[in-house]
């Protein structure tokens, strides 16, 4: 029997997606894109754009694109798409609606910066790249298709103020006449270009420290915590059978596993605030980042478990 692992059953999901119009007008009218004028043309590109850069390792398993576009915020990528396609109606309502919390995301990122500091400015200095201004002029260059819907506008939108802001930190200390630990003056850094259209040279060592922050975390985790993240997350099992393994009520496991995910994200953050010690602001993108490329791979994480699922399947398909 084939596996999802197999070549053979994959499918490309672009082509799979243009061939499906019927799921194309469904998630159309439940962006409710139409309120923005967004042709549903416009939209289908959008949802290929998030297809191939969520596959872009190679075709996906049959059913996975439909299960990845459930997962989308939609309605957020409607909106992008239609600013992005220069619809006023979606563009009234974004700045009405996200200006006082871009200004406020900013507020909270530059707080105690002594580099670029004034959060009004970086919020509304990101407004211009949203629309795509190029010599006083719109252009093609609107940080919106970059948006491709997996995280939420707003938390896609405070990552790219911390972007920019922790540019601006490393384009001011080129300046600074800093020394070395060993007395001797630093190496400048490279130029930056303050764009964060442009991909992040240290986007890297962020999910390097992001899954390193995982991991440890989940290693200090207690034994039945550990076990409940490795149920569903790794074996897919069900809150309903979750709760029969543990002798919980279904309730109680979906209670607990929100538990386990806030105290987890904390560990994480306190974990990344350690040495080396990163920033708010860099902590915002480690978490961004990997909600992009979903580098995490929970069976690595529990390897006990899936090397024993492994054999076990092994068994069954002898």
């Known amino acids: 029997m084939p596996h999802d692992s197999d070549p053979k059953t994959h499918v490309k999901p672009v082509s799979s997606l243009r061939a499906s119009e019927a799921q194309v007008a469904s998630l159309y009218a439940q962006a409710g894109a139409a309120a ?19 596959f872009a390792n190679g075709g996906a398993a ?6 990845y576009l459930g997962t989308l915020h939609i309605e957020d990528l409607a909106l992008a798409s239609a600013c992005l396609a220069g619809c006023e109606p979606a563009w009234e309502f974004f700045v009405r609606e996200h200006r006082g919390y871009l200004r406020s995301a900013a507020g909270a990122i530059t707080k105690g910066s002594r580099v670029g500091a004034d959060a009004r400015e970086l919020a509304d200095s990101l407004f211009a790249e949203l629309f795509g201004l190029a010599d006083g002029k719109r252009g093609e260059r609107s940080l919106f298709r970059y948006f491709h819907g997996r995280s939420s506008l707003k938390t896609w939108l405070r990552a790219i103020l911390a972007q920019q802001h922790i540019n601006l930190i490393r384009e001011s200390r080129r300046w600074e006449p800093l020394e070395s630990g060993d007395g001797e003056a630093p190496k400048p850094l490279p130029p930056q270009n303050t764009s964060s259209a442009q991909i992040d040279p240290h986007r890297k060592n962020y999910l390097a420290r992001f899954q390193n922050a995982l991991e440890n975390s989940l290693a200090a985790r207690a034994h039945d915590d550990r076990r409940r993240l490795e149920l569903y997350y790794v074996r897919g099992k069900t809150l309903f059978e979750i709760g029969r393994l543990l002798g919980e009520h279904e309730s109680s496991v979906s209670r607990n596993l929100e538990r386990v995910r806030g105290e987890l994200r904390a560990a994480v953050e306190a974990y990344l605030r350690g040495t080396p010690p990163l920033s708010d602001a860099e902590i915002a ?16 994480l529990f390897p006990e478990r899936s090397s024993a699922k492994s054999s076990a399947g092994r068994k069954e398909s002898s």
Do not use: M, T
Not at 292 to 300: G, K, N, S, T, W
């Open 36 to 54: 923005w004028g967004l042709p549903q043309s416009e939209f289908a590109k959008a949802l290929e754009r998030s297809a191939r850069k969520q």
């Open 62 to 67: 049959p059913g996975r694109l439909e299960e």
């Open 285 to 300: 993108l480690c978490f961004q980042y990997a909600a992009e490329e979903v580098p995490i791979d929970f069976r690595q």
